[in-house]
Structures are given as structure tokens and as C-alpha cells.
């Protein structure tokens, strides 16, 4: 099994302004390769390895089902239990009560299927059990030396009833990381920490500004631009704050897809299909992410035991193409 070739992929990804990427392959229980491509920042020969650090953008999502599936299986988390009295303390705005008293579970949350106030494709709604005033549900997002943004209220609302409907909804991770938070004690990205160590992903983390040893990929915007300060940083991590390199998530994905992590149920593999709302067999699973300057994905498939991670530093609908063009190619050399 060889990886795609170099000079082929960087002048594809330079064609749609995308400075570099970072592939990896999971089969048959070990990581068959991975690669960098391109360059770490434009108009430098800064080259990507497979150890540079990428935002992961919302790829995010599917990481953080990884990490709740563990305080599941250790029996400190109940997928099914009304998490409303675990949100006290959740800075935000506004948090409406349910309709008719229904309950909001973390499987609700990691499906967008909770109700929560979901980006670009929830309805509207007012009137008795509905936030009032409703502004967007995706994750806060700053650029370095504008971190104080971040610190603005949010408003958070229930728009529909919950378990009746899908609408993607970063608001919805977010009150998932206060549940994390609320039932261990620890920060968000301490409890991943502690995960991302039994599971050999080191360079896996939440923090806002990640420590990289120099050796990280810059976002670009679609022309090509580099972002000032070089990557955003993000309000609510859950939803989309993960920093990693390709081999670590690569490490992550190979527990989930061929160590028969937390047994493999039909339970936990659902979660991991749900968190994407993206699927096409019931073995698979797909998560795409785009922050500012980053797209990335994984795929994987449990009954293959196959898995592909791609991280890129640009972003655009050219490169949400190409992105997802790598993770078939790069899939077909297994």
C-alpha cells in the first residue's frame, strides 16, 4: 500500500489555492500510511509532514462523540438521561425550557436531534417553551488578537421539539462540553487529554492555541491568503476546537475502527454515525469540517476496518472538494 503521489497531490490541492494537506490510512488494525503534502504556509518551503499540527474544524464533533463514549462506558455519563439539570452554570444568554417538559439527552445533542438552536437550517419559532430571540448556533469563532469576541453572550434556544428533527447545531456541542465538564470535575480538553493518552494521539488536543513545536500548518483563506495570527481560535471546542496532526487522529479513528473500541456496539457506532448526519451503510461513518483557513474529514467503516483522515490548511468550495476527493483516492490504495 503506497501513498498517493506527492507532486501529483500538491499540484491539485495549488490548483483550488489550498497550501497543504496531510493524509492518513487505517486497515487492517495499523496505520497502513501516512503523508504531508504541500506547504505548511504559502510562499514559504515549509513543507507538511505527517507530524504538522491542522485545526480539524468540525471534525471536531466526531472526536468529542469518541470522548463521551468513553465517560459512557466508564459509567459516569448516561447517554439517555435529561442532562437540563447539569446546564446551571452554562454561560450563555438564554436556555428555553422544552416543550412539554421533554427531556434533553446527550445522544440527542450528538445527533443534532435535541432542538437546540442548529446553524442555517432551523426554523424559527417563538411563543410558550421557545427562546425568544434566536442568532445563529454555530461555534464563536476569533482570530488571536481578537480573542475578546469570544467572551460575548450567546443566546441558546430550543426551536423545535426535542427528538422530532435533525438540524446541525454547534450549540448543541457546546452544551455537550458543560455536561463533560459537569459529571468529572475537569475541563473539557483535561478529560480528552486523558483519553487522547490511552489512545496514542498525543498531538490531539482542544487547547485554543495548541503547542506545536514550530512544525504547524497555517490557515489560508479561499485565495490563498494566510489568516493574521494564523489559525482562529474557537469559542466552544467541542463543536469544532480540535488541533491535531494526522497520525494522532489517524491513532483515534484506528481505536474506533479496528481496536473495537467500547466494544463496537450498534449503540456507539450509531452515535459516531449521528454526530455527522452524514452516513451512507450502516457500517459507515463521515465527518466533515470547515473552519476559517481548514477542511478537513474522516471516513471509516467498522465492517472494513478502514479508515482515512485528510487535514488541510485552505479552505473554499474548491478545496471542500478536493478535500473529500484525497479521502476517496487515498481510501482506494488500501
Not at 487505517?26 to 504541500?38: F, L, P, T
Not at 479496528?258 to 456496539?265: E, I, M, P
Amino acid at each position: 500500500m503506497s501513498p498517493l503521489p506527492a507532486d501529483a497531490v500538491a499540484r491539485g490541492l495549488a490548483s483550488v489555492n489550498v497550501p497543504g494537506a496531510a493524509i492518513a490510512v487505517i486497515s487492517e488494525g495499523r496505520m497502513q500510511w501516512a503523508r504531508g503534502y504541500g506547504l505548511r504556509l504559502a510562499g514559504t518551503d515549509w513543507k507538511v509532514d505527517e507530524h504538522t499540527v491542522f485545526g480539524a474544524a468540525s471534525v471536531s464533533k466526531a472526536i468529542t462523540a469518541v470522548v463521551v463514549l468513553g465517560l459512557v462506558d466508564g459509567g459516569l455519563l448516561d447517554l439517555d438521561g435529561d442532562v437540563r439539570e447539569l446546564l446551571g452554570s452554562v454561560p450563555v444568554h438564554t436556555l428555553a425550557p422544552p416543550v412539554d417538559d421533554a427531556p434533553i439527552t446527550v445522544r440527542q445533542l450528538l445527533a443534532h436531534r435535541s432542538g437546540i438552536l442548529g446553524r442555517g437550517t432551523t426554523p424559527k419559532r417563538s411563543g410558550t417553551g421557545f427562546a425568544g430571540k434566536s442568532t445563529g448556533g454555530g461555534s464563536p469563532r476569533a482570530l488571536p488578537h481578537e480573542v475578546h469576541k469570544l467572551d460575548a453572550p450567546r443566546w441558546i434556544g430550543i426551536t423545535y421539539q426535542p427528538d422530532t428533527q435533525t438540524s446541525y447545531s454547534g450549540a448543541g456541542y457546546l452544551l455537550v462540553q458543560h455536561v463533560v465538564e459537569a459529571v468529572t470535575g475537569m475541563s473539557f480538553n483535561a478529560v480528552a487529554t486523558e483519553l487522547f493518552g490511552i489512545l496514542d494521539a498525543p498531538a490531539a488536543t482542544f487547547e485554543p492555541r495548541p503547542a506545536t513545536n514550530g512544525n504547524f500548518a497555517h490557515g489560508h483563506d479561499p485565495d490563498g491568503t494566510p489568516l493574521p495570527g494564523g489559525h482562529e481560535v474557537v469559542g466552544w471546542a467541542a463543536a469544532g476546537g480540535l488541533f491535531t496532526n494526522v497520525t494522532s487522529l489517524a491513532a483515534i479513528l484506528d481505536a474506533v475502527v479496528t481496536r473495537d473500541l467500547f466494544g463496537a456496539t450498534t449503540t456507539h457506532l450509531s452515535v459516531m454515525q449521528n454526530c455527522s448526519v452524514s452516513r451512507n451503510r450502516k457500517h459507515e461513518f463521515m465527518m466533515g469540517g470547515d473552519n476559517g483557513g481548514y477542511r478537513a474529514i474522516i471516513i471509516g467503516d467498522v465492517q472494513r476496518r478502514t479508515a482515512v483522515a485528510v487535514l488541510t490548511n485552505g479552505r473554499g468550495s474548491a478545496g471542500t472538494k478536493a478535500r473529500t476527493e484525497l479521502a476517496r483516492a487515498a481510501l482506494a490504495t488500501v
